[in-house]
């Protein structure tokens, strides 16, 4: 199987949303989050991702904590 890689370019029009294990729901709007595993060049307009077809997994994908996310949202 192969692998299916995606880039886009949002020009300051990135949109998240993230519900977190307690419910709670947070957003950010504008530039790509920092350092959540989406972003080419850790921020700003760029998007990429790569998944592998055979697992169906973003590839090089890290963890991160609902804390993390947040923060990240944040400082957008």
Known sequence: MGK???????SDLCCT???DKDGSVTWSDGYVPR???IDLNSYGDYIAITIDMETG???DWKP???E?????QQNV
């Open 35 to 37: 350092y959540i595993g």
């Open 64 to 66: 991160v904590t609902d």
């Open 17 to 19: 949303e993230f519900t």
């Open 57 to 59: 997994q973003i590839e």
């Open 68 to 72: 993390q996310v947040k923060e990240a």
């Open 4 to 10: 299916l890689i995606i880039t886009a370019k949002c």
